[in-house]
């Protein structure tokens, strides 16, 4: 007797169609809660606190942000940074007038003023936390942003898990070896690093003290 090939018979259900609800933006200016952020435009992200606007995106000016998601990343590594050399007149007349041989981190605020910040200790914490040393009240700084880390071939910049990250002349690094001259970015503030020796004059406000509060740009 010849048996017969049994055949299964297999159904397959239409794919699911998920329809996921769409983010809600935010505008520059108002207050979105605590959390992180990024520019519908360009992606670069800012981190909130719970009283804190959104401000104008410092990477591209656009005005509308969404929640960043805890499952994607924002691009920022496709953010191009690039040195401020438009207007460094100030940069040259404080390195003309600093009067004690030292190395300094030094920023205009947004007012103009100068501030050369002493690097004397071991450690120098930049961030927006109340605990840092050098301190910026903005949300493209994390609270946690850079640490100045004293070694023995000279002073490094490190890069504190920060989300934005920082940059050394233009690139984005982890860490890197100071020069005289360097520029370091954090978040959409420039500062400078000064490696002085002993030359005449001081108009400008020289700081050391932990917790200082500046708004540079």
């Given amino acids: 007797m010849i048996s017969m090939p049994s055949w299964t018979a297999w159904h397959f259900a239409p794919p699911v ?17 605590t959390g992180t952020f990024r520019c519908t435009d360009c992606d670069y992200p800012v981190s909130l606190d719970a009283v804190d606007e959104l401000p104008t995106c410092p990477n591209c000016g656009g005005t509308e942000f969404v929640r960043a998601s805890l499952f994607t990343t924002a691009q920022t590594s496709v953010v191009e940074v ?33 501030v050369a910040f ?34 023995p071939d000279g002073l490094r910049v490190l890069d504190d898990r920060s989300l934005n990250g920082v940059f050394v002349n233009g690139e984005r690094v982890e860490w890197s070896t100071l020069a005289h001259g360097d520029e370091i970015v954090i978040g959409r503030h420039h500062l400078h690093f ?7 004059g001081m108009r400008f406000t020289r700081n050391s003290e932990p917790g200082a509060t500046a708004d540079a740009s």
């Fill in 82 to 114: 690039v040195p401020d050399i438009e207007d460094q007149a100030w940069l040259e007349v404080l390195r003309d007038e600093l009067n004690e041989p030292g190395q300094y981190l030094a920023y205009r605020t947004d007012t103009d003023d100068v």
């Fill in 118 to 151: 002493t690097l004397q200790r071991e450690w120098t914490r930049i961030g927006r936390s109340l605990a840092a040393d050098i301190r910026f009240d903005d949300p493209t700084v994390s609270r946690r942003h850079a640490l100045i880390v004293r070694q």
């Fill in 17 to 33: 169609t998920r329809r996921t609800a769409p983010m809600k933006a935010w505008t520059s200016g108002n207050v979105a809660g």
């Fill in 194 to 200: 000064l490696d002085a020796p002993a030359i005449s």
